[in-house]
């Protein structure tokens, strides 16, 4: 049986069944301040969707990547976009075939361990990383062909720390800045989430009953990621869970998926729930220790596919715009 990759961040969300959002921010390790020189203004970025192959389907909406450019470098490699990330890498395999082909894209003595005032584009704007972690992926170098995605490294949240980003999903555009869009602000209604640890933590309704969903833009495959007995109430009635293994950096764990037809709640917006997934081997004990901290599972980018995500990490706020 195929194993399929996914985000650290899913493991995080296994930390979280033991620890809770109370004190989440002494619990979870310091953060690095962030490293990013980012434009002044407000400014827009085309993303695009990477997909997969997960339990042997396809999946179109397996990663939301961001086009960037290198110094010195004509080809356009992308980042993935993760907010379950509190810091933005490139990953050291991909930098070093780059380097062997364009060796004035790094300054000379550059250990590609970690890169100081490296300039790079991200959808066409210049962003400066005063210190850049680099950190080793896996062994693929970079595919040459014209068309070819090479995925270079991580986005995290230092690209959105104390700013509004807005996720027009529909358009496929990102919009970081310091203010609301008007043409937006007038359709919006802002609620409270948790930050902590450069973590977002949105408040939900599932099933009638108050909880908090992780916010990670690294894990679109999964709509919700929950325990077992809400993924059973949510699920389509007879549903037969789909199950497959899932590799998470060195740990492997047993998805099991259901068919839904039920919704949850976030910003008073109802959103279309069409698969729910629980993961094995968390005990009876630490699922209760879940629910007494209203943490009610995991969520990425597909539960937003239709709508507008407003995330203002200044003044955690979030809100959310249904498109018909």
Known sequence: MQTTFIPFSVLFYCYLFLHGVTGLAQTLPITPTNQLKLPVA????????????????????A?????VQLPHCPHVFYMQFDSGS?????????????????????????????????????????????????????DTGVNWKKNSIEI???????FIDNKILVMDYPARKL??????PASLATQLTTFDFHYAGKRILLPAQIKGRKTILYFDTGSSAFELLTDQE???????????????????????????TLASRDSITLAAEKLPLH????????????????????IGGM????LFRHSILVIDTKNRKFGVVRKK
């Open 42 to 61: 407000d400014y827009e970025i085309n993303f695009r969707w990477q997909g997969d192959t997960l339990n042997t389907v396809w999946e179109p909406y």
């Open 63 to 67: 990663s939301l990547l961001i086009p």
């Open 86 to 138: 509190p810091y933005s890498l490139f990953y050291r395999n991909k930098l070093k075939a780059i380097q062997q082909r364009y060796a004035k894209t790094f300054m000379r003595g550059d250990s590609l361990t970690t890169l100081r005032d490296f300039t790079f584009r991200a959808g066409g704007h210049s962003i400066v990383a005063t210190e850049m972690i680099v950190k080793q992926f896996d």
């Open 152 to 158: 270079i490294g991580t986005i995290g949240m230092d």
């Open 175 to 180: 919009t970081i800045g310091a203010a609301i």
């Open 230 to 256: 809400t993924s059973t109430a949510l699920a389509l009635p007879g549903s037969t869970p789909a199950r497959y293994p899932v590799k998470s950096w060195g740990k492997t764990l047993t998805a099991n």
């Open 275 to 294: 698969h729910v997934t629980y993961m094995e081997g968390v005990s009876d004990v630490q699922i209760k220790q879940m629910r007494q901290m209203s």
């Open 299 to 302: 969520t990425g980018n597909k």
